[in-house]
């Protein structure tokens, strides 16, 4: 593929980083001078110091040659624009920007929904075939992190039962000290190991490997069994009946929206007897509108959530959960760690990137949604050709687990699963068949056929490869 990135900043960086080791044709444009001699000293791939907006230097650089045009400065409206520009002389190119205001963002949503004649002959509107907003993607991680007896890393798949869950293994539990492949024996319920998590480092299972306690495993398993799984791994189930958020900007009023509408055992969690939800926001401002927002709903205060005497009148450290979802990445982690240590003993906090996220589960944070990495995985998910629909990269990114869709006269058609196996390359979680409603965990001997649907985790250096065999 032949893709042009406009905007060299981290984002920017990263979509190329990923899209070089892939050996794809990449050009980055940016008009601030550090980004590109950056750029051009760490990437192998065309780094162009102009404005991305100038239809003239798209064109010398080969635009009409690319396959996919990618909007990411910080100004949402010369991402909006140049995808505009572009669409306008080469509809064919796919086009996707990042637009950080909200409100542009969901009243397009609205507007092509409500004006299907915007989007006839194929032609999105503003011509922009996909829309990423940061604020939406993490407000939805958080949430999706969220449910009623647990709090943890979570990823969940359409029409599926099965979700990944980041559990932690305990000393002298069940798991500890037990070989991968006697783990079965433990339990009749069905999983698997996606992933582990040693020493920093985050692996591909194989049946000889031992599990030990400090490990971290993603196990694939349905979530009316997890109480099951903790026990096995050393964990208990929590009661999650008091939540406080801290910050109520963009991604916190987002994420406050959502867990109204959210089930947390029987009823929606604003509705269970005896729940408590309350808002923490220091600016006075921000803190009035969500009062007026969420009257009724939530007790929103204007305060400093590390203050000891507010902490004490307000009983924080007696809450079952905090939520940090300010913009200040580093002050989420640090605060979120200072509230644990008083008693709360559930977080999840916003960070910038997977690297910070490491650091806050160091600290014992359960949860940390990298920001800027929720964004890079959305816009991959978009550029890996139709037959993908989603990627979701692993503690940094070493291990990409991905949606895809098996095509017509693939490498794999017609082959059973033991026959494509590569151990250390790639493992495929679950599938979907074709004629099937919904994903179910494969046997060795089940033979893979057109249209079916994959779940595979697969290092991020072998990912493009291992995807062709299936596309």
Same mark, same amino acid.
């Given at each position: 593929?032949?893709?042009?990135?406009?905007?060299?900043?981290?984002?920017?960086?990263? @979509?190329?980083?990923?899209?070089?080791?892939?050996?794809?044709?990449?050009?980055?444009? !940016?008009?601030?001078?550090?980004?590109?001699?950056?750029?051009?000293?760490?990437?192998?791939?065309?780094?162009?110091?102009?404005?991305?907006?100038?239809? =003239?230097?798209?064109?010398?650089?080969?635009?009409?040659?690319?396959?996919?045009?990618?909007?990411?400065? =910080?100004?949402?409206?010369?991402?909006?624009?140049?995808?505009?520009?572009?669409?306008?002389?080469?509809?064919?190119?796919?086009?996707?920007?990042?637009?950080?205001?909200?409100?542009?963002?969901?009243?397009?949503?609205?507007?092509?929904?409500?004006?299907?004649?915007?989007?006839?002959?194929?032609?999105?509107?503003?011509?922009?075939?996909?829309?990423?907003?940061?604020?939406?993607?993490? /407000?939805? =991680?958080?949430?999706?992190?969220?449910?009623?007896?647990?709090?943890?890393?979570?990823?969940?798949?359409?029409?599926?039962?099965?979700?990944?869950?980041?559990?932690?293994?305990?000393?002298?539990?069940?798991?500890?000290?037990?070989?991968?492949?006697?783990?079965?024996?433990?339990?009749?319920?069905?999983?698997?190991? =996606?992933?582990?998590?040693?020493?920093?480092?985050?692996?591909?299972?194989?049946?000889?490997?031992?599990?030990?306690?400090?490990?971290?495993?993603?196990?694939?398993?349905?979530?009316?069994?997890?109480?099951?799984? @903790?026990?096995?791994?050393?964990?208990?189930?929590?009661?999650?009946?008091?939540? /406080?958020?801290?910050?109520?900007?963009?991604?916190?009023?987002?994420?406050?929206?959502?867990?109204?509408?959210?089930?947390?055992?029987?009823? &929606?969690?604003?509705?269970?007897?005896?729940?408590?939800?309350?808002?923490?926001?220091?600016?006075?401002?921000?803190?009035?509108?969500?009062?007026?927002?969420?009257?009724?709903?939530?007790?929103?205060?204007?305060?400093?959530?590390?203050?000891?005497?507010?902490?004490?009148?307000?009983?924080? !450290? !007696?809450?079952?959960?905090?939520?940090?979802?300010?913009?200040?990445?580093?002050?989420?982690?640090?605060?979120?760690?200072?509230?644990?240590?008083?008693?709360?003993?559930?977080?999840?906090?916003?960070?910038?990137?997977?690297?910070?996220?490491?650091?806050?589960?160091?600290?014992?944070?359960?949860? $940390?949604?990298?920001?800027?990495?929720?964004?890079?995985?959305?816009?991959?998910?978009?550029?890996?050709?139709?037959?993908?629909?989603?990627?979701?990269?692993?503690?940094?990114?070493?291990?990409?687990?991905?949606?895809?869709?098996?095509?017509?006269?693939?490498?794999?058609?017609?082959?059973?699963?033991?026959?494509?196996?590569?151990?250390?390359?790639?493992?495929?979680?679950?599938?979907?068949? &074709?004629?099937?409603?919904?994903? $179910?965990?494969?046997?060795?001997?089940?033979?893979?056929?057109?249209?079916?649907? @994959?779940?595979?985790?697969?290092?991020?250096?072998?990912?493009?490869?291992?995807?062709?065999?299936?596309?």
């Amino acid at each position: 593929m032949k893709i042009f990135i406009i905007g060299a900043g981290f984002t920017g960086i990263q @979509l190329a980083k990923r899209f070089v080791d892939g050996r794809n044709d990449v050009v980055l444009i !940016d008009n601030n001078k550090d980004a590109v001699a950056y750029a051009e000293n760490r990437l192998d791939c065309g780094a162009i110091l102009a404005d991305g907006n100038n239809l =003239a230097v798209l064109e010398d650089a080969g635009i009409a040659d690319a396959d996919a045009l990618v909007c990411v400065t =910080a100004d949402d409206e010369v991402n909006m624009i140049t995808c505009s520009l572009v669409d306008s002389v080469y509809p064919k190119i796919l086009k996707i920007a990042r637009v950080r205001n909200y409100a542009y963002y969901i009243n397009t949503a609205e507007a092509a929904k409500k004006h299907s004649s915007f989007t006839k002959n194929n032609r999105p509107l503003y011509g922009i075939d996909f829309m990423v907003n940061p604020d939406f993607e993490a /407000a939805q =991680a958080i949430v999706n992190s969220i449910e009623k007896n647990s709090i943890m890393d979570s990823l969940k798949f359409d029409n599926s039962p099965y979700e990944i869950l980041r559990i932690n293994v305990v000393a002298d539990s069940p798991f500890d000290g037990t070989a991968l492949k006697n783990l079965w024996k433990l339990t009749d319920k069905k999983f698997l190991v =996606a992933y582990i998590e040693r020493g920093g480092v985050t692996s591909l299972p194989y049946g000889e490997t031992i599990v030990n306690a400090g490990d971290v495993l993603g196990l694939l398993l349905e979530r009316q069994h997890l109480e099951e799984f @903790l026990n096995l791994c050393g964990s208990k189930i929590k009661n999650i009946s008091k939540i /406080a958020l801290v910050g109520a900007g963009r991604i916190g009023t987002l994420v406050a929206e959502r867990l109204g509408e959210k089930q947390l055992g029987e009823k &929606k969690f604003f509705r269970r007897q005896r729940a408590k939800f309350v808002i923490i926001e220091s600016d006075a401002e921000r803190a009035s509108v969500a009062e007026e927002k969420f009257a009724g709903v939530a007790k929103v205060f204007n305060a400093d959530v590390t203050e000891e005497g507010f902490i004490e009148e307000e009983e924080i !450290d !007696d809450f079952d959960l905090l939520i940090c979802s300010t913009s200040n990445y580093e002050q989420n982690i640090v605060t979120a760690a200072y509230i644990e240590s008083l008693g709360v003993e559930n977080s999840i906090v916003l960070v910038a990137s997977d690297a910070y996220g490491a650091i806050a589960h160091r600290l014992g944070i359960d949860v $940390a949604i990298p920001v800027r990495d929720t964004v890079v995985d959305s816009i991959m998910s978009h550029l890996r050709g139709s037959s993908v629909s989603g990627i979701h990269t692993v503690n940094g990114g070493f291990l990409e687990i991905v949606e895809v869709k098996v095509g017509e006269n693939s490498k794999v058609e017609g082959k059973k699963l033991m026959e494509i196996s590569d151990p250390g390359k790639f493992l495929i979680l679950m599938g979907h068949k &074709k004629d099937e409603e919904s994903y $179910a965990k494969l046997s060795g001997a089940s033979v893979l056929n057109a249209g079916d649907k @994959l779940v595979v985790i697969t290092t991020k250096t072998d990912s493009q490869h291992v995807l062709e065999r299936f596309e």
